[in-house]
């Protein structure tokens, strides 16, 4: 077997690669205003109800629509599922890792046109939804390759007259219930894990961006999933959200998203459904409050740079981005002026236009949201960049950067999901840390520093799921930085990490005296 590595990010500067691109983005508007129905069991159901997707970048264009489920239809889902579960789970494993590779084949075939849905769809930038992509390959791959080393068991010990095994075995019927930043990679990876361990899903996606979730469907139908296998399901997620989450056939919801919707879905997950025969496992990724300390000692040039490429790619709307930039005392004033430089020379506009560094903000909840969150951050720091809307066109946000903020500011403590920066004072290094951990989430931090004592104090106490020294806080690679948080940023699941699968299987412990 090709040993995992991977999968490269597009250099765009070759000219090559720009036509590529430019050629997707023609292909996807080619597209655009289609219609998408439900997948229940390989076939396609039609509703009268419908979503909309709109173009972030241009909010009068539609991007396409799809069907919007009801209860009954989720009801059929599940059925479905839990029935084609008992054929799937007998499986071979090394066949389930085969489709996976299959479809990471496929996936990388159509790159540059997934890239392109993202751009229209979720309004990244080329590099941001090629980095996107390309993390749906490495999930798909590196799941495949995790899932046939599990296939040989546990290691147990020998014992005299008998022989030993333990096996892992699929849970059941799952729900897979993606977030919008990451329509591609986050629900590729869900949807692989869960399916390539022997589970069969629903997958509801979420209903900002449905159009790409709906084309990713096309791959796992070409790889040769069978039917019922992965079922797609869009709606409210206070309708059949709900309803799958308490459903007594469901085993185990996958949910990547908001602290308030996870922690509503561990609640109710956690009431026994009548009927219901297990203990149900909620997977839960659900966001943060990131920071970023710098260090007296550290190479200013270096942590300004990571402030910026953490705080505004992808317009901020990443749970891995940087909101806090934690500062010591005595270079606070340098670090904030390079900070400032730096964002002054962002480019925001329309995500297709490759000379944008950033592009829109998803819809019209998080544009407006964000910016209440800039008034309130007006009386608790100073704006000394950004603060205001773009292009009326779409939802377009300035960078901006708010200094001299309290470490108990809304800003400072509340998940703004956008590009708002929050620059806060500390008094010394032992004071950064204290500010960083200072907060209910505990996904993602970094710290720049050249003194190693500082660095390993870091390692030690910043109490992070995924910690960067002298490096941003975005952008874990899977299989190289398993990627999960702590406190109220999740169940620290470790998506792209070897021990991510087992959340997906029970093991099963067989012992036969000769």
């Not at 949201?369 to 960049?385: A, C, D, M, P, T």
Request: proline content about 4%; aromatic content about 8%.
């Amino acid at each position: 077997m090709i040993e995992y590595k991977n999968e490269a990010f597009t250099d765009f500067s070759q000219e090559g690669n720009r036509q590529q691109m430019e050629a997707a983005l023609a292909k996807v508007a080619a597209e655009k205003g289609a219609y998408y129905p439900l997948i229940i069991d390989g076939e396609e159901v039609n509703t009268e109800a419908r979503i909309t997707s709109l173009n972030p970048s241009l909010t009068s264009e539609v991007v396409g629509t799809v069907a919007r489920a009801n209860t009954d239809l989720a009801e059929k889902a599940v059925q479905v599922a839990a029935r084609t579960f008992e054929s799937w789970k007998q499986v071979a494993p090394q066949v389930r890792a085969s489709l996976l590779f299959k479809a990471a084949a496929i996936l990388r075939r159509r790159k540059f046109e997934f890239s392109a849905w993202l751009t229209e769809e979720a309004g990244k930038t080329w590099p941001e939804a090629d980095a996107d992509t390309a993390e749906a390959i490495d999930f798909m791959e590196y799941y495949a390759r995790q899932m046939l080393q599990y296939a040989e068991g546990m290691s147990v010990y020998p014992y005299p007259g008998e022989t030993n095994e333990c096996v892992y075995i699929p849970l059941g019927v799952g729900v897979v219930i993606p977030p919008w930043n990451f329509p591609l990679a986050i629900l590729a990876g869900m949807t692989a894990a869960a399916t390539v361990a022997g589970n069969t899903v629903i997958v509801k996606p979420a209903s900002a961006t449905p159009v790409v979730a709906a084309k990713l469907m096309e791959v796992w139908a070409e790889a040769g999933f069978p039917a019922g296998v992965i079922n797609y399901l869009p709606g409210s997620g206070g309708t059949i959200g709900d309803y799958l989450t308490t459903h007594p056939l469901v085993r185990f919801i996958n949910f990547t998203g908001s602290k308030e919707v996870g922690l509503r879905i561990n609640k109710l997950a956690a009431d026994v459904a009548p009927g219901q025969k297990w203990i149900k496992r909620v997977i839960a990724e659900m966001g943060g409050k990131d920071a970023i300390v710098v260090d007296s000692e550290a190479n200013l040039e270096e942590a300004a740079a990571g402030i910026v490429a953490s705080a505004f790619g992808f317009q901020g709307q990443k749970c891995s981005a940087c909101s806090r930039a934690i500062i010591v005392a005595d270079v606070y004033d340098e670090v904030l002026a390079k900070v400032v430089a730096k964002t002054k020379t962002l480019k925001v506009g329309c995500a297709a236009d490759p000379a944008m560094n950033m592009g829109p903000v998803v819809d019209e909840n998080a544009y407006k949201k964000i910016l209440e969150y800039i008034e309130i951050g007006q009386s608790e720091g100073k704006i000394v960049v950004g603060g205001k809307a773009g292009d009326a066109a779409g939802y377009f946000i300035e960078p901006t950067v708010i200094a001299d903020v309290d470490a108990h500011a809304r800003v400072a403590q509340e998940e703004i999901f956008g590009p708002v920066l929050a620059v806060i004072k500390a008094e010394d290094y032992d004071h950064a840390l204290a500010i960083a951990n200072d907060t209910e989430y505990g996904l993602t931090g970094a710290v720049f520093s050249q003194n190693r004592a500082k660095l390993e104090q870091a390692r030690r106490d910043f109490h992070v799921g995924n910690l960067y020294l002298n490096r941003k806080c975005t952008g874990a690679l899977v299989g190289v930085q398993p990627f999960g948080g702590f406190n109220m940023s999740g169940t620290d699941s470790k998506a792209g990490g070897a021990d991510y699968l087992l959340l997906f299987m029970q093991a099963k412990s067989i012992c036969e005296r000769l």
